[in-house]
């Protein structure tokens, strides 16, 4: 491989290039080796195979990881990397770190489950998680750290979920932005994405970047109805929802919809440990949640409680959700219904035509969740075939990845410095799309890199 000159940065696309999940972006530099990211691939057992992969570079030459947030496809593989020796620092906001550390135990028991069903070792096991934490220091937003000699990184905020942030490094004259996943702003909990006015290299992500979402309002009435219709049927409405962020989301709306009267009584079930352990942790962080959002918790209005609302930790719990009283909305994890106690209401309920089935959140190609939003007239659950009868429902305006336009828009507050924007973390036809639309919209120099992919940045 060529050698990197002074002032030179080799940056290498091993995952979330050609692809929404498995964020990990490799560079190498004379001053040392950094990663930012290193996500799970996700989106059904065909693409999740890969995550068994060997590492395209040593782990126990990686000096320093940054870490934009704590969602899997960006952190599921630290732990494997420790384990197979890497040994340098982990960087992020304190509210990443401390999520992490929950999101990661979580996704441990549920891989061990699955790799004793398939007979193989499993990616990582407790200990790992535990020496991966003892790497990792929490760093406050806007403060700049040295991480390699001459390097320096700021996070900025990135409003997608609780403690995301966008890594800007910073070498000799020249910047690079990782922007990890740029949230859906303006957040009913969250800041806002801060703008950037100076950057010379973006890696950015492109989830939505050939499509935009509902309007804001739009998307509060499509929740409503969605509520009344159910109330109205005596009925069930399913949402599978992720355990960070959408969640807490949706229990802020739910909490608003209940003190003003907009929908009738109804028993709402947040079935999923992970999240009641997640909001946890959104209780104890008010200070990084937005000025409206921490007055109104300020002046005594818990945002993730209201009457009817149950908290369902335990399994014999979940099962007695079955028994309950109609109508009644059931908040269960997966997002993408590939695993969780979704599945065991689906089971229960997607027969029955009466019921919803509520999409909150991007559906990656080969879940579970996808195969029925597209249409599929039956589904296999645990060996049994379902008839899909219940009426199938999506609300895009919910999704915590900002649409194709707030791309566009951000990129254009950096368009005269900017050098190359790199459209990552996206399927192929939005990252293509969206490199399209910024050099035809903006003039900027925009490609879609594939995976394995390697370029040489200049940083004199």
């Not at 990782?178 to 950015?204: A, C, Q, R, T, W």
């Not at 969740?369 to 599929?376: D, E, H, L, N, V």
């Not at 075939?385 to 990845?401: C, L, M, Q, W």
Request: proline share 3%; with cysteine; net charge negative.
């Amino acid at each position: 491989m060529e050698k990197i000159s002074e002032h030179q940065a080799r940056l290498s696309f091993y995952g979330g290039a050609g692809e929404v999940t498995g964020a990990n972006f490799h560079v190498e530099t004379n001053e040392g080796t950094f990663l930012v990211d290193c996500g799970m691939v996700q989106g059904g057992k065909d693409h999740e195979v890969k995550n068994w992969n060997d590492f395209a570079y040593d782990p126990s030459q990686v000096d320093v990881l940054i870490v934009t947030h704590s969602h899997q496809d960006h952190i599921g593989l630290i732990p494997k990397l420790v384990r197979q020796g890497f040994k340098g620092k982990i960087y992020s906001t304190q509210p990443t770190m401390d999520l992490s550390d929950i999101m990661l135990r979580d996704s441990m028991s549920i891989m061990q489950n699955d790799a004793e069903k398939e007979g193989r070792e499993p990616l990582y096991e407790l200990k790992d998680i535990q020496a991966t934490m003892g790497l990792w220091k929490g760093v406050p937003y806007h403060n700049v750290t040295e991480f390699l000699p001459g390097w320096t990184f700021e996070f900025k905020e990135a409003g997608h979920v609780l403690g995301s942030a966008m890594a800007y490094i910073k070498h000799n004259k020249k910047s690079i932005l990782f922007s990890g996943d740029l949230g859906n702003s303006p957040n009913v909990l969250l800041h806002d994405i801060e703008s950037v006015k100076k950057v010379d290299y973006v890696v950015m992500e492109s989830v939505y970047g050939d499509r935009n979402h509902e309007e804001r309002e739009e998307r509060t009435n499509m929740l409503e109805r969605a509520i009344e219709d159910v109330a109205h049927r005596n009925s069930v409405l399913m949402i599978p929802s992720f355990s960070l962020e959408r969640t807490q989301e949706l229990l802020y709306e739910l909490n608003d919809f209940v003190e003003n009267g907009r929908v009738p009584k109804i028993d709402v079930y947040l079935d999923s440990p992970l999240a009641i352990k997640v909001t946890e942790i959104y209780r104890k962080s008010k200070e990084f949640l937005n000025d409206t959002t921490r007055k109104i918790i300020n002046d005594g209005d818990d945002v993730f409680a209201f009457p009817q609302l149950y908290y369902t930790k335990s399994a014999d719990e979940s099962k007695e959700i079955n028994n309950a009283r109609k109508p009644k909305v059931i908040i269960a994890g997966s997002g993408m219904m590939n695993g969780g106690r979704i599945i065991h209401h689906a089971l229960r309920y997607l027969s029955e035509k009466e019921n919803i089935l509520l999409f909150i959140g991007y559906q990656a190609a080969g879940t579970l969740g996808r195969i029925i939003q597209s249409g599929a007239k039956k589904v296999n659950i645990y060996g049994n075939d379902i008839p899909i009868k219940a009426e199938v429902r999506t609300i895009s305006g919910y999704s915590g990845h900002a649409g194709s336009d707030e791309l566009v828009s951000f990129v254009n507050g950096f368009k005269d410095s900017v050098q190359h924007v790199f459209c990552a973390m996206g399927e192929p036809k939005s990252t293509m799309f969206l490199s399209q639309r910024l050099r035809d919209y903006l003039g900027v120099k925009a490609t879609a890199p594939d995976e394995g992919d390697q370029v040489t940045l200049d940083f004199s």
